[in-house]
């Protein structure tokens, strides 16, 4: 089984940004019921206070501000990493210590920055702040400030963004246990 503190080493990390007006963005790459349909197969549906389903219309978020700032992180896995096949548990670790251990550093930059332009970031899946997430148990967010939606929650089509925001495509792991050349983690601020 692959070590923890092994992942690092198998990939470095390049980061690119592209800024939008929110009206050019909504028009081009918000679709709700599109979204929606793909958060209901997800187990957080309901489960997490950031995930859908929300009682507000998570619409106004895209009229509520001028531009968008995109940041993509694209994970680039190593050409020793890209030879080696991984079973099912090597593969949740990588997961976990490339892909989540990138998107929980970038949390903080973007904290700075929602505070400086007084905007509202936008992260990447649900929110992992609490061991457990309090909307399990029916209770409330226990802690507000670290709630943040994801871009995919509000409407936003992560793919089409990469591909005509970015010229990227949107790799995932194949069925053999083989690594993409790089995967990408999409996160934004609203200001
Ligand atoms: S801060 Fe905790 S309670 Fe609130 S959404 Fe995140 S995990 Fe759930």
């Not at 509520?64 to 099912?88: G, P, W």
């Not at 990447?124 to 997430?133: L, Q, R, V």
């Not at 409330?140 to 936003?156: A, L, Q, R, T």
Request: glycine content about 4%; hydrophobic content about 35%.
């Amino acid at each position: 089984m692959i070590e923890i503190n092994q992942v690092p080493k198998l990939y470095d990390t390049e980061v690119i940004i592209k800024t939008l007006t929110t009206q050019e963005y909504r028009n081009n790459f918000v679709d709700l019921d599109i979204t929606m349909a793909a958060c209901k197969e997800c187990p957080n549906y309901s489960k997490n206070w950031a995930c859908p389903e929300f009682n507000e219309n998570v619409l106004e978020n895209w009229d509520r501000y001028e531009n968008i700032e995109l940041i993509l992180t694209k994970i680039n896995f190593t050409r020793e990493a890209l030879e080696d096949s991984y079973d099912d548990e090597d593969l949740l670790i990588i997961i976990d210590n490339s892909l989540f251990r990138e998107r929980n550093k970038l949390i903080s930059t973007l904290e700075e920055k929602e505070k400086d332009y007084e905007g509202k970031y936008l992260s990447a899946g649900y929110c992992g702040y609490c061991e457990k997430c309090a909307r399990i148990d029916n209770l409330p967010c226990k802690y507000p400030d670290k709630c943040h939606n994801s871009i995919e929650s509000i409407g936003g089509l992560v793919s089409d963004t990469l591909s005509e925001v970015f010229g990227e495509e949107l790799k995932w792991i194949d069925k053999n246990g083989k690594l993409p050349e790089n995967l990408s983690l999409l996160m934004a601020v609203l200001y």
